[in-house]
């Protein structure tokens, strides 16, 4: 069926063979059961110009040698060679050198110690906190090799929601026993930790970073866990963000807790992923509340501190221009944060591959500015992993990437289409030509032209621009962000405005800061838009509104008809299954136009274009629309017909 080694199962094994580590155990295992070709050889050696994890591959007359400084570099360069063999490549004459631009390639878990998982929509939790540490689930093992396979090289295993009592000591036995799986497959364990375990674990009165009590408590925690995961990884901190505690409650800085953090783990050479994501309920714009309060520590933080940034200034929208606080701290090492997990692009139930969102921040961003590359997961015990067959895409795409940002979306979606379902290239150029084009889709039938936020309270899954919660803070609540009135609509974040835009280089600021010179794509992110303003296509701004969700529906359409043309080259089960999910995204496509266009005209005044579909839905019945999930649950076809 799915003949890849990415997707092929195998349990791992700790046994070593005579003369072998666990890791070269690995490497040859995985050369036995995929390799074709003939006979292959591993070396370690010694090569200035590669690093630790880089390898060689070099094949001539019938023999093939890989090369690598480290043992890990060994097992990379085998699943480098078993993905050319699948993807089809010519094996023959190769003379390959790979070294991976970032030396962290890790992936953030949103999963709870009661095995939900937040803003996850493939099942439950991976780890079964309840059996460990005596259980050993075979899919840790299977977890560890997929990663492995795409040069994954860290996971952090808990919530940045995160409970102090992850880092109790019968806890911390159990991410030994998962660290012990993982290791040979080169993959370290992190925590994301609550900044007032001290207080709630430790029994003090306080958590304050530079109270002498709460640094010697850190410490020794610290020992402790060293002492069972020698190789343990380091912390990921979410500090006074959404009611988590931070070093802000004691009047101290984040570079003050960052620093506290690092000074422990420093001994160990582990390190402190400490996120920017804050803001707080102030009348300043939230796009700008990161920026001001870190960009004023760049050079306070210590050497192992990495601030984690979200790609973009506000939350994983579908599209958000890039956070301008990249670039801006040049003494502090910075990584972005990427969301694997679709919270805000239709869960597992719609096909939107990634890599082209993530390939845009880069196209602002250098790659070689950062120091490393998070994703928050989108795993789960679904049998495919990630609920949405196309979603594994996303998992995959995020790994080669942070091997190597310069590989393009089209090449890492042909890699990943062949190995899993056919080389067979009328299959493999339509369906990729349809990945590249589903996060366009996906902007244009939820939030075109800039827009965003403009989600259903609670769960973020459904349209909910009109949503009013009595009481609720006005930067949770859509009508913050859209400002529809009767002149036009959109946040003005220019100089006249908020002035976010004053937050970006020169050249950028000015581009974004006048309505003429800025995007489309960013319009209604950066500008109040008059309804009537004439956009660069001729048209009226809502014109070119409804033209935009209209296209997105047509979009979507499309894949629906081109996935049902490739019946025979599908597995059937697997078939069905991309089928059904492809019908729910197009009925939500027309649910996210209709809601959008009927409220929004509501302020224009103006009607919908007569060349265009007209609304199907009354927007009276789409504001009763209620759907009854959590943050942890994915719509079924069956609750969203009867909701809807
Ligand atoms: O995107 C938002 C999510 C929260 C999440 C938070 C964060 C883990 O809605 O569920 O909390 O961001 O990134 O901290």
New binding site residues.
């Given amino acids: 069926m799915i003949a890849s080694v990415w997707w092929n199962k195998l349990a791992a094994t700790e046994d070593v063979m005579p003369g072998h580590t666990p890791v070269l155990t690995l490497a040859y295992k995985e050369l036995q059961e995929g390799w074709d070709g003939p006979p292959v050889t591993l070396a370690l050696k010694k090569d200035r110009q590669l690093k630790e994890d880089g390898f060689t591959i070099h094949s001539e007359q019938g023999r093939v040698a890989i090369g690598s400084p480290g043992e890990t570099g060994l097992l990379y360069g085998v699943y480098h060679l078993l993905r050319l063999q699948s993807a089809g490549a010519d094996t023959d004459s190769l003379q390959v050198k790979e070294n991976p631009l970032y030396d962290l390639r890790i992936l953030n878990h949103?999963d709870n110690p009661d095995g939900t998982v937040?803003?996850g929509y493939a099942g439950r939790s991976l780890w079964n906190w309840e059996e460990l540490p005596s259980v050993l689930s075979e899919r840790y093992s299977e977890y560890a090799r997929i990663n492995a396979s795409i040069g994954i090289n860290g996971t952090v295993l808990n919530?940045?929601?995160a409970s102090s009592a992850t880092l109790a000591i019968e806890h911390l036995e159990k991410v030994k026993a998962l660290a012990g799986v993982f290791r040979p497959y080169g993959i370290r364990v992190y925590l994301s930790v609550n900044f007032a375990s001290p207080i709630q674990l430790g029994g003090l009165s306080t958590a304050d970073p530079l109270d002498k009590e709460v640094v010697n408590w850190w410490r020794q925690k610290v020992k402790e866990i060293y002492r069972l995961i020698p190789d343990f990884g380091g912390f990921l901190v979410?500090a006074n963000?959404?009611g988590q505690p931070g070093p802000c409650d004691f009047g101290r800085t984040h570079a003050d807790g960052a620093n506290m953090l690092a000074d422990a783990l420093e001994p160990y050479k582990g390190i402190v992923m400490w996120?920017a994501?804050v803001y707080n309920p102030t009348d300043t714009d939230r796009a700008k509340q990161a920026y001001q309060e870190f960009q004023p520590l760049d050079g306070q933080f210590r050497d192992n501190v990495i601030v984690q940034i979200?790609n973009g200034p506000v939350?994983?929208q579908p599209r958000e221009p890039y956070s301008p606080l990249f670039g801006a701290m040049p003494h502090t090492g910075q990584m972005v944060?990427f969301?694997i997990t679709q919270?805000?692009l239709g869960f597992s139930n719609h096909l939107v591959y990634l890599a082209p969102m993530w390939k845009e921040f880069f196209s602002f961003v250098p790659p070689a500015s950062l120091k490393a590359m998070a994703g928050?997961a989108n795993t789960g015990t679904d049998a495919n992993w990630c609920g949405h067959p196309f979603a594994r895409a996303n998992w995959y795409a995020f790994g080669r990437l942070a091997w190597n940002p310069s590989l393009s979306s089209e090449e890492i979606a042909g890699e990943w289409l062949k190995q899993t379902f056919t080389q067979d290239t009328t299959f493999v150029l339509p369906i990729r030509e349809m990945m590249m084009e589903s996060h366009e889709a996906a902007v244009n039938y939820m939030m075109p032209l800039g827009l965003h936020h403009l989600f259903a309270w609670g769960h973020?899954y459904g349209p909910e621009p009109w949503c009013e919660i009595p009481g609720a803070r006005a930067d949770w609540l859509p009508s913050y962000y859209h400002k529809a009135d009767k002149t036009g609509i959109g946040f003005d974040r220019s100089r006249a405005g908020s002035a976010a835009v004053a937050q970006y280089p020169a050249g950028l600021a000015r581009q974004y800061d006048d309505i003429q010179s800025c995007p489309d794509a960013y319009l209604l992110w950066f500008h109040h838009v008059p309804w009537g303003h004439t956009m660069k296509s001729g048209r009226t701004l809502w014109d070119e509104l409804c033209y935009a969700y209209d296209r997105g529906v047509r979009q979507v359409r499309a894949f629906q008809q081109l996935w049902d043309s490739m019946e025979k080259q599908v597995d059937p089960q697997l078939f069905k299954d991309v089928q059904a999910r492809l019908s729910i995204q197009v009925r939500d496509a027309v649910w996210w136009k209709d809601a959008c266009l009927l409220y929004f005209q509501e302020f224009a005044g103006r009607p919908v274009p007569y060349d265009i579909e007209r609304p199907i839905h009354s927007l009276e019945a789409l504001k009763k629309v209620r759907l009854p999930i959590g943050?942890y649950e994915c719509p079924s076809e069956e609750l969203l017909n009867k909701n809807r």
């Fill in positions: 949103w937040e803003r919530n940045v929601n979410k963000s959404e996120r994501f979200k939350d994983f944060e969301q919270e805000y928050v973020h943050n």
